[in-house]
């Protein structure tokens, strides 16, 4: 259990980052980027596996560039669903996506070891 709430919180601070790092991401508090992290965890686990059997033959076609888009995406749902967190477009997600996918290597690979 303790393992489960790190791993949220540590999620919720990676998210909280973009924030900073990107002008069309917006969070009205660390509520916000608390749930956020809450329901982007639901959407990758409930969603994003039906997409990526979907987009399969894109994916293999991009050489599995695809799977960028589908996380942003899923970043993209998340905002849509979470109220006080924001993206202002696609693009600002696929690059958030793109250094969110670093940032929790970074943080949360790190913890694992």
């Known amino acids: 259990m303790k393992k489960t709430i790190v791993n949220w ?3 919720a601070f990676c998210l909280y ?3 900073f790092l990107f002008k069309g991401i917006y969070f009205s508090g660390l509520t916000a980027a608390l749930t956020a992290a809450l329901v982007l965890g ?3 686990a409930i969603i ?5 059997i979907l987009s399969f033959p894109i994916t293999i076609l991009t050489l599995g560039l695809f799977s960028l888009v589908i996380n942003a995406i899923m970043l ?8 006080g967190f924001y ?3 696609f693009g600002t997600a696929f690059w958030a996506a793109i250094v969110l996918s670093v940032l929790n290597t970074l943080f949360l690979d790190k913890k694992r070891q």
């Open 87 to 89: 993206i202002s477009s």
């Open 9 to 11: 919180v540590l999620s």
């Open 48 to 52: 994003k596996p039906i997409l990526t």
């Open 42 to 44: 639901l959407v990758n």
């Open 76 to 83: 993209n749902i998340t905002s849509g669903l979470v109220p």
């Open 17 to 19: 980052i973009l924030s």
